[in-house]
């Protein structure tokens, strides 16, 4: 399984990024995937996760409103429409599935939000 996560930069506050992740080794069509994020001294949280073809989606409370999480099962891609950023939403994102009983991530990606 390979999770490459793409996107991340320096924004400033009340703007936009869109990050991406490409997925492989899993059968994309058919598994949930999600953004988590983690701030410096704090634990990982989810902020976005969308279900298989269905695509139903839920969002951490911090982000609904703002961000937009959506796949595309053509390119076995997801991506997070980032929008209204703040500088709380500063932190490593990350992508994740949960196949074969255990989580798989990507690397990271940084997403700095100035005020």
């Known amino acids: 399984v390979q999770l490459v996560e793409s996107g991340g930069g320096l924004v400033q506050a009340g703007g936009s990024l869109r990050l991406s992740c490409a997925a492989s080794?899993?059968?994309?069509?058919?598994?949930?995937m999600g953004w988590y994020r983690q701030a410096p001294g704090k634990e990982r949280e989810l902020v976005a996760r969308?279900?298989?073809?269905?695509?139903?989606?839920n969002y951490a409370d911090s982000v609904k409103g703002r961000f937009t999480i959506s796949r595309d099962n053509a390119k076995n891609t997801i991506y997070l429409q980032m929008n209204s950023l703040k500088p709380e939403d500063t932190a490593v994102y990350y992508c994740?599935?949960?196949?074969?009983?255990?989580?798989?991530w990507g690397q990271g990606t940084q997403v700095t939000v100035s005020s």
């Open positions: 969308i279900y298989n073809s269905g695509g139903s989606t």
């Open positions: 994740n599935t949960y196949v074969w009983a255990r989580d798989y």
């Open positions: 080794g899993i059968t994309f069509r058919t598994s949930v």
